[in-house]
């Protein structure tokens, strides 16, 4: 069974670039969730796709976009990047659209400069 | 507001030395309460699940308790491999909503 993965692990960016994280689900799973965790905080939820559309969003702005593809897979996008984008990125899959026992991927580690 | 305070912060413990961690939560109406472990650089790892008042799920050297107010998870004679973060979460009742995390415990044991 194939666990989560997530790329790239670590990226450096400026302010106002723009940057594209990747995940692949876990086996047998179509649900991925997306959470940002700043240094010392719990994660914060992003967004989840559901078979490819977006299945809630939590308090961030249009900026932060995503996309699901059909093999399940997903990408987070973030344009205009700020400093307090500084993060840890975790991607989570889980079974049939729910947020119950998240497969959390080793995350990408997001410096902005 | 739906709320998740984990305390303490950091706690450091003797190898053998049981102590235990809190979550405290306000939520209108509770789905579940998870507890995960984080080890550096690393993804939560998911632990236990409980969902009504009373409840007790173990894990080894872990076991998760639920109040109404708050969760505990008890460590018994913890080893050093059990040094990592663990998070607590909430979902909500309302259908389809995303877990809120509380801060951690970052728990250290040295031998």
């Known amino acids: 069974e194939t666990g989560v993965t997530q790329s790239p692990t670590h990226l450096i960016k400026t302010r106002g670039q723009q940057v594209t994280l990747r995940c692949s689900s876990q086996?047998?799973?179509?649900?991925v969730s997306w959470y940002q965790q700043a240094l010392g905080q719990g994660p914060q939820f992003i967004f989840q796709y559901y078979r490819e559309e977006e299945n809630g969003r939590g308090n961030f702005p249009p900026r932060f976009s995503g996309l699901q593809f059909p093999n399940y897979s997903s990408e987070l996008n973030v344009n205009a990047l700020e400093l307090d984008d500084s993060a840890l990125y975790l991607c989570?899959?889980?079974?049939?659209?729910?947020?119950?026992?998240?497969?959390f991927g080793s995350g990408t580690q997001l410096s902005v400069l | 507001e739906d709320q998740v305070t984990q305390s303490p912060e950091a706690l450091r413990l003797q190898e053998g030395e049981s102590s235990s961690l809190n979550c405290s939560y306000t939520?209108?109406?509770?789905?579940?309460l998870f507890w995960y472990r984080q080890d550096p650089g690393k993804g939560p790892e998911f632990l236990f699940t409980l969902y009504s008042a009373g409840e007790e799920k173990e894990k080894e050297r872990l076991k998760a308790t639920l109040t109404k107010k708050e969760s505990f998870l008890h460590i018994t004679a913890p080893k050093p491999e059990d040094s990592a973060t663990y998070l607590c979460?909430?979902?909500?009742?309302?259908?389809?909503?995303?877990?809120?995390f509380g801060k951690g415990t970052t728990l250290s044991v040295s031998s």
């Open positions: 086996s047998g799973h179509n649900t």
């Open positions: 989570a899959s889980s079974p049939a659209g729910g947020h119950e026992k998240l497969f």
């Open positions: 979460a909430v979902q909500p009742n309302q259908a389809g909503t995303a877990l809120i």
């Open positions: 939520v209108s109406g509770l789905r579940g």
